[in-house]
């Protein structure tokens, strides 16, 4: 089904909420002076979206705005998944001390229209599309990333944030003139057919173009070696933003990631298995990008001192965990992925929001900062911590053990029985950096510099939200995959 512009936007109200809420909050900024309320009104328009998104009318799939955005099954996981992070972005920001001293009006604003370009991301169905919303995502972050406007940190890592893009993604539209050049169209459904049609396929060529492509996509999930401006931008935004950037900016990597290298150049066969282009060894290529992600990733967060920075390696670990169902090149691959996707936005962002009320109470990020903060006030922001570290590790009875149970199984019928070691070993070394933290606040007497955790119900009321889901997701998950089994479907128009 191909619908134009006014037919499609029964499909686009998520969206189309998310629009309203940038222009009223535009305009309420002009015209009161009490900015507090805000935040409110950001938080209503994500909730909002979130819940246009659950309304949504069944359909099989149906192209929007002639070609330019699908909507289908896939789709509306991404949107949920990015929804669900910008509640917990703004919820955050709403009990930030870094933010109340921000421009309200502006920051949230610019928090939603990121949002809005996330969900364009998970929905593009044209090269064209796909850069410009990836394009929109990272402007946006650039500006999120260096809004505290008096700290140098920040505004040091918007720099670096915006010289990395900026390579990135020229790096990236160069690769995708080249499919251009190849297939004579940036539609994926076209670009399929063409190099699928049987006759001589310059593989060097769309090799090359891939390649350049995997640069743009690499740098938004932060997979090595496009990475390296992670550890800097998490450790210099404002905590919120790098929440937002860690779960909502790397589902939406994943989301176009995930539509471009399965059904725009590759062939789903029987069985729920996918087959690459014969010839384009792109598979075997992003099996080495999985093992050196994730094992930079926990390597490197072995000696950071920092919590923001030793989150920012081991969201970089995670991105290559989640690589893992990706180059399976099979539906259950796909399933387990996106079904971790999940699990690390609820185990990230519980972390965050621990950072976050220990830096509201104390003013430090630091590692040292969380000595004895079960003795110190902070029990409840400690014991909490502890869960989300355990299932970041993969610890029984968490709803990450059972993400990475789905990955393994994945990987394992699959025959990748080396990418299954690789990944167990990993595992291994990262319970090392997750359980210091855990023994500094049990184990470690307070010094009596480090300051006490006040009780911020609104911060405490997201965290046990989440904590709460972290246990029970690992003990009942049904709910998530079979969401996950549903969002399977990739539209590419009628068979």
Known sequence: MDLGNLASLKHFIPEMILVAGVLAIVIIDLAVRDKSRLGALALIAAAASLLAI????????????????????????????????????????IGSQEVKSCDQGEYYAILLASTFA???????????????????????????TGFLRHNRRSLEAALKYLI?????????????????????????????????????????????????????????????PFHMWAPDVYTGAPIPITTFLAIGSKAAGFALLTRFFFPAISHLAAGGSWTALAGVDWPQLLLFVCIITMTLGNLAALQQTNMKRLLAYSSIAQAGYALMGFVVLSNDGIRAMLFYLFAYYVMDAGAFVVV????????????????????????????????????????????GFIGKFYLFAAVI????????????LNSVVSLYYYLKPIRMMFFEQPRGDEGTVRFQAWDYGLMGVLACATIVFGLYWSPIISFANRSLSFFTGPT
């Not at 640069?215 to 999930?221: H, I, S």
């Not at 079960?374 to 009875?397: E, K, Q």
């Not at 019928?413 to 167990?424: P, S, T």
């Open 54 to 93: 659950g309304l949504e009318p069944v359909l099989s799939g149906a192209w929007l705005f002639h070609r330019m955005l699908v909507f289908d099954s896939f789709a509306i996981y991404f949107r949920t998944l990015i929804a669900l992070a910008a509640v917990v972005a703004i919820w955050m920001s």
């Open 356 to 399: 976050m009320i220990v830096a509201n109470s104390t003013g430090r990020e630091d590692v040292d900062a969380y000595r004895g903060l079960a003795w110190r006030g902070g029990i409840v922001p400690a014991l909490a911590l502890t869960i989300f570290l355990f299932s970041l590790t993969g610890i029984p009875l968490t709803v």
């Open 118 to 144: 996330m969900f364009l991301m998970a929905e593009s169905a044209n090269l064209l599309m796909a850069y410009l919303a990836l394009e929109f995502v990272s402007l946006t972050s650039y500006i999120l």
């Open 164 to 224: 990395y893009g900026g390579v990135a993604s020229g790096t990236m539209i160069y690769g995708m003139s080249w499919i251009f050049g190849i297939t004579g169209s940036l539609d994926f459904s076209v670009i399929n057919k063409a190099l699928s049609t049987p006759g001589h396929l310059p593989v060097l060529a769309v090799f090359i173009a891939l390649v350049l492509i995997l640069t743009g996509m690499g740098y938004k999930v932060a997979s090595v």
């Open 413 to 424: 019928r699959g025959q990748f029985y080396i990418l299954a070691i690789v990944g167990i």
